[in-house]
């Protein structure tokens, strides 16, 4: 099983429509990442958090909440989806000290018509 | 500002050495790591530098001048797997990365 597993992997939604984008993880990382890609501007992050009770927007988190249910679960939504959200998204995590390196999630399609 | 710049794309011969440089401007700094993804695929790991000078890991090499905020990655006799991205990241002060937007690289027969 993967480290980091996010679903679903491809997912086609409606412009106005609400989805969840899911992501769970066994390495025992306290801290959790969403980040977005897009062709041309690279990975950019939307939010993090640093342990169950610590959530924080980073750098393009409109239109984006976030849900810390458990160490291990770090959930996304779009509350309203529009097109220009059509991206791959990953999740990722890293221990405290960052030295590693994040894990990162095999990522989100996800596309808004 | 924070800014992190790399090259676009590279092109190099199987068996060859190909350089990809990274600089960068950020508010803080907790050390730089470099990523490599192939299309569609999720980033993986490959180095991290916080002191100046060589880290080496098999082929892969990478180097770090803090007062350049200069980094490069040196990749050794190409092989066509290592036709992918490289992306090189910045971990400001607060823990979290700015990321380049990436260099393509293409490796050819």
């Known amino acids: 099983d993967a480290d980091v597993t996010q679903t679903p992997r491809n997912r086609i939604t409606k412009t106005g429509k609400r989805i969840m984008l899911e992501c769970s993880q066994t390495?025992?990382?306290?801290?959790m990442y969403w980040y977005r890609q897009d062709p041309g501007l690279g990975l950019r992050l939307i939010y993090y958090?640093?342990?169950?009770?610590?959530?924080n927007k980073g750098e393009i988190s409109d239109g984006y909440s976030v849900s810390r249910q458990a160490q291990a679960k770090f959930s996304l939504s779009l509350e309203s989806a529009i097109p220009n959200q059509t991206a791959l998204y990953f999740c990722?995590?890293?221990?405290?000290?960052?030295?590693?390196?994040?894990?990162f999630g095999s990522g989100t399609r996800l596309t808004v018509v | 500002g924070q800014n992190i710049d790399q090259p676009t794309e590279m092109t190099a011969t199987e068996g060859a050495i190909v350089q990809i440089n990274c600089t960068y401007q950020?508010?803080?700094?907790?050390?730089l790591f470099w990523y490599q993804q192939h299309a569609g695929e999720a980033p993986t790991f490959l180095s991290y530098?916080?002191?100046?000078g060589l880290e080496e890991k098999g082929r892969f090499s990478s180097f770090l001048s803090r007062s350049k905020g200069y980094s490069y990655l040196l990749l050794k006799e190409l092989q066509m797997k290592d036709s992918a991205s490289y992306l090189c990241?910045?971990?400001?002060?607060?823990?979290?990365?700015?990321f380049g937007t990436g260099t393509r690289l293409k490796v050819l027969a």
């Open positions: 390495k025992g990382h306290d801290r």
């Open positions: 950020t508010s803080g700094f907790n050390g």
């Open positions: 990722a995590t890293s221990d405290f000290t960052g030295f590693g390196g994040y894990t």
């Open positions: 990241a910045v971990s400001s002060g607060t823990y979290k990365y700015i």
């Open positions: 530098n916080v002191l100046d």
């Open positions: 958090s640093f342990d169950v009770k610590d959530i």
